[in-house]
């Protein structure tokens, strides 16, 4: 997937909402300190949370994704920093966060990263901090077609990569719990989407998992 070129071709290509887990639970995050919003895509979650007062540091490896949030920050004076970087090389000075945001990055991410990821989720939260995440299960219906493909191999457990170096990442039920066993789960869900559009393209739906976790 190129997001650079996804987001130059289509305006709001995840809607301009914000992202629902977010919308609902985001007055728990404690203002005194920024949240992290890692893949901020065209920055729906970071704008929201800058317009409810919140400090944020956008990160995305996308050119454009950047572009696009830096601009419209500044545009509408929004306390958004923004930094075109993957999270593998992003603050390892250790910066803390009330909040950080994954939305829609585990099922890009490879097995690798994702314990990257988690090394690193323990050095930017302290206790009560929050992570938001959006993840794909194995009931989505992309799983069994990425599986079936010959443009993907299993690099992990229910994790493919193909000849591009791109990553997709599915969790079986239950299973994204596991991930962050010094959190404790405020919120999760788990069940099929409803159906949705990107831009014009097709209308689809997903295996979603959705848990809000709270660091212990
Ligand atoms: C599915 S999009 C979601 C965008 C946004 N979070 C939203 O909800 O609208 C995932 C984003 O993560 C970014 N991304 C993928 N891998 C990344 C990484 N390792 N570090 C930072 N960003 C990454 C992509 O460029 C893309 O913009």
């Known amino acids: 997937m190129n997001y650079d070129e996804k987001y130059k071709e289509t305006k709001d290509y995840f809607g301009i909402e914000p992202v629902g887990i977010l919308k609902e639970h985001y007055q728990k995050i404690d203002k005194s300190k920024p949240v992290l919003d890692i893949g901020t895509g065209q920055g729906r979650n970071a704008l929201f949370l800058a317009k409810e007062g919140y400090e944020v540091d956008a990160i995305d490896e996308s050119k454009v994704s950047i572009e696009i949030v830096s601009t419209l920050a500044k545009k509408e004076g929004l306390p958004i920093s923004t930094y075109q970087s993957g999270f593998e090389t992003f603050g390892d000075e250790g910066k803390k966060y009330s909040g ?54 299993i690099v992990g457990k229910n994790s493919f990569k193909n000849d591009n170096n791109e990553f997709r990442t599915y969790f079986a039920k239950g299973e994204i719990i596991e991930l962050f066993p010094d959190y404790i789960p405020l919120y999760h869900w788990e069940s099929i989407s409803k159906g949705h559009q990107h831009g014009d393209g097709e209308i689809h739906q997903h295996g979603m998992i959705e848990v809000v976790f709270q660091r212990k």
Do not use: C, M, R
């Not at 990821?117 to 938001?132: A, D, G, R, V």
């Open 100 to 153: 950080v945001l994954l939305i829609g990055l585990l099922p890009l991410v490879s097995p690798d990263s994702i314990l990257t990821l988690q090394k690193k989720l323990n050095l930017w939260t302290e206790k009560e901090s929050l992570i938001f995440v959006t993840a794909f299960s194995t009931d989505d219906p992309s799983y069994i077609k990425t599986q079936e493909s010959e443009d993907w191999t």
